[in-house]
């Protein structure tokens, strides 16, 4: 394993491509909590939303309970959703989607990478630049990374 480096006081945890197909089946479990959490969350936002442009805002307001329901229920519906992120976050894994993406960091030639996986994906395939994106995905053996 690659040694931690220090962040702000928190120690980051560098992953081999090995290491991160390792970690895979508990990262798949907490991803797939995170997209069916978001979806749950973003439904209550439509929900609320709705509830909100109906309601009249005044005292006698039909519309006031269910709009206090909501909004406790979207509260507690996000809390859980931050928790399934923050779990992922204390393996070592960057959350970047709510679609099932996130990045593992790793270390090639000195300098930090990210090794990009995404729900649905078999194991590790892809890496990238810190500064670039999943367009930016190359496939691993491919340039900096190669495993031989």
């Known amino acids: ?17 090995e290491e991160a197909n390792k970690a895979l ?9 995170i997209v069916r959490q978001y979806r749950v969350v973003e439904d ?3 929900r609320l939303s709705l509830v909100q442009k109906t309601s009249r805002k005044s005292a ?15 509260d507690s519906e996000e809390s ?13 894994v960057e ?3 709510p679609d099932g ?11 930090e990478v990210f090794l990009c996986w995404k729900l649905g994906e078999p194991e590790v ?7 670039s994106n999943f367009l930016g995905r190359q496939p691993i053996g491919a340039g900096a990374l190669d495993e031989s």
């Open 1 to 17: 394993m690659a040694p931690a480096k220090s962040i702000a006081g928190k120690k980051r945890k560098y992953f081999s491509v």
């Open 25 to 33: 089946p508990l990262v798949r479990m907490i991803m797939t909590d």
């Open 44 to 46: 209550l936002q439509r």
């Open 60 to 74: 006698g307001d039909p519309y006031s309970e269910e709009l206090a329901q909501s909004q406790a229920e979207l």
């Open 80 to 92: 859980k959703l931050g928790a399934y992120i923050d779990e992922l976050r204390k393996l070592g």
């Open 95 to 97: 959350f970047k989607g």
């Open 101 to 111: 993406l996130c990045d593992f960091y790793s270390m090639v030639d000195g300098r």
């Open 125 to 131: 395939l892809y890496w990238h630049e810190l500064e």
